[in-house]
């Protein structure tokens, strides 16, 4: 896989666990310092997120925070697998989890804008 560049990158759903809180309102725009990646989100059901993550090869390990329009704090971690689609666009898949104590964990997909 060729080298990925985040930085100034935007990124909306494609497809979400039912526990998941973003929507296809939700933008994500991503910012990358060598292996050192971060994310501003917001839109649709979320006021405001931030994300933090790791870039090793073609995964992300990341840790996020949001504030969602119901004013519920709420915190989780993930594994992103990262690819390239058939049009050049940057692809996301997380694995991700809550980590709230109520174990809630899904899977969703990302695309570039």
Known sequence: MK??????????LIEN???GTV??????????DKELVTAEYYGGSVKYGKIIAVLNK?????????????????????IAEVSISKNGKIRLKLNWEWLDGK?????SEYIEN
Not at 3 to 12: A, L, T, V
Not at 67 to 72: A, I, L, P, R, Y
């Open 3 to 12: 080298k990925i560049n985040f930085n100034n990158k935007k990124f909306s």
């Open 17 to 19: 666990s039912e526990k």
């Open 23 to 32: 929507n296809s309102d939700t933008i994500f725009e991503y910012k990358q």
């Open 58 to 78: 073609d995964k992300l390990d990341m840790r996020y925070q949001c504030v969602t329009s119901d004013n519920e704090l709420k915190t989780g971690k993930a």
């Open 103 to 107: 174990n809630e964990k899904g899977v």
